[in-house]
């Protein structure tokens, strides 16, 4: 065979179709990856909104409950000396219903503060009470926590009403006691009974016959008023669920997880809360509290706000009887890295209620952005 009818390929033509097909090869790699960070950005963004959404719902709900005591509400019942009574002393217990709302300002957290998210914050003002530091909220995001103390939504109409030294027996319809059961509150102990003119805040233990019974011992500190309820119109006297929580930032549950949103709910006593681990990815929660010009003892709410302060402000003032509104804000962090990357300018440091989240925290690889909302506590407007 001659050798010039021997085909094949140069060492050139070898390395050039190489070249051509590394290129063609890195622009496939490339396209995965971008197609991989818009994805993992995009799943970022999609899970972040959805635990903000259910976030700001759960504390928008709660928050305008606070004050609802019944056919009125505890701003109507303070006109009157005596027409709201908890049952329960000592200022820091849980279960002070005569404060439907308090706050705690997490140090260096007011408006036009930079917090570092990794480092711990101080403390928070006023100091917390030990039935708050038991919670064990986080101090990293230094965020801000909020106490709530209302009735249940809905009641069941009271039978009757006997009242006595040291003991205090209510019937209710034991047909209508799974209305007091709900919302998960299987076996609950604190009740509240409430007309139009009074309402009464109480430990209490329960019989299958709807039978609820009130005694001097226990948490309870004080008999009720003799014939409080007697004069009530028929199914005017409500009893209700007593409901005390607490919401703020604590560690996931599970190890190694983000921080989370908690509530801890008091329905049996001051030491035992049921603790819920609600939404997780919330770094930071803020809270605004709006100030009515004319609210308090003796003065009905003009639905007047003209001041938002922090909650060191409010009770300093001692105050907390004329907040009228409460604004929150949330910094939501993704579960997983999403791409994300330092922002190129200083207006794109996410903040919530003008504090500003600086670095390193925010810019290791994971989504965060931040939601706000106004809140009116319907129980506090104008007229109620």
């Not at 060492?11 to 197609?35: D, Q």
């Not at 799974?178 to 139009?196: E, K, V």
Request: glycine share 10%.
């Amino acid at each position: 065979m001659r050798r010039s009818s021997v085909r094949g390929v140069s060492l050139i033509e070898l390395m050039v179709a190489v070249l051509i097909g590394s290129i063609l090869v890195l622009g496939l790699v490339e396209v995965f990856a971008a197609s991989r960070t818009a994805y993992q950005m995009s799943e970022g963004m999609a899970r972040v909104q959805e635990n903000s959404r259910f976030a700001m719902d759960y504390l928008q709900r709660d928050l305008r409950m606070a004050g609802h005591f019944g056919c009125v509400n505890d701003q109507s019942h303070a006109q009157t000396a005596g027409a709201l009574q908890s049952h329960f002393e000592n200022k820091d217990f849980p279960l002070q219903f005569n404060v439907s709302i308090q706050g705690y300002e997490a140090q260096g957290t007011a408006p036009g503060n930079n917090v570092d998210l990794s480092v711990a914050g101080g403390s928070w003002t006023p100091a917390l009470p030990t039935y708050i530091t038991t919670l064990n909220p986080v101090p990293l995001g230094r965020s801000d926590i909020v106490v709530l103390r209302y009735l249940s939504a809905e009641g069941v109409p009271a039978a009757s009403v006997a009242m006595a030294p040291g003991t205090t027996t209510i019937k209710i319809d034991p047909a209508r006691w799974s209305t007091l059961t709900g919302n998960g509150a299987p076996n609950p102990r604190l009740f509240g009974i409430a007309d139009c003119n009074y309402a009464d805040i109480f430990q209490a233990s329960t019989a299958p016959d709807g039978t609820i019974t009130v005694q001097n011992t226990g948490l309870n500190k004080t008999d009720f008023t003799s014939d409080r309820y007697s004069a009530s119109p028929a199914g005017q006297a409500m009893v209700y669920r007593a409901e005390a929580v607490v919401y703020y930032v604590g560690e996931g549950s599970a190890p190694g997880t983000q921080r989370a949103l908690w509530r801890a709910r008091f329905m049996a006593d001051d030491a035992n809360p049921v603790m819920e681990e609600l939404v997780e990815g919330v770094d930071s929660l803020q809270m605004l509290y709006g100030l009515d010009t004319s609210a308090g003892t003796g003065n009905p709410p003009s639905g007047y706000i003209r001041d938002q302060v922090t909650a060191n402000v409010v009770d300093a003032g001692a105050n907390w009887r004329n907040v009228g509104l409460v604004r929150i804000g949330v910094l939501m962090k993704s579960p997983n890295r999403a791409a994300s990357i330092a922002p190129a300018s200083a207006d794109r440091i996410p903040a919530a209620l003008g504090v500003k989240f600086t670095s390193p925290a925010p810019y290791d690889g994971n989504y965060r952005t931040t939601y706000e909302s106004t809140i009116a506590l319907r129980n506090r407007l104008y007229g109620n």
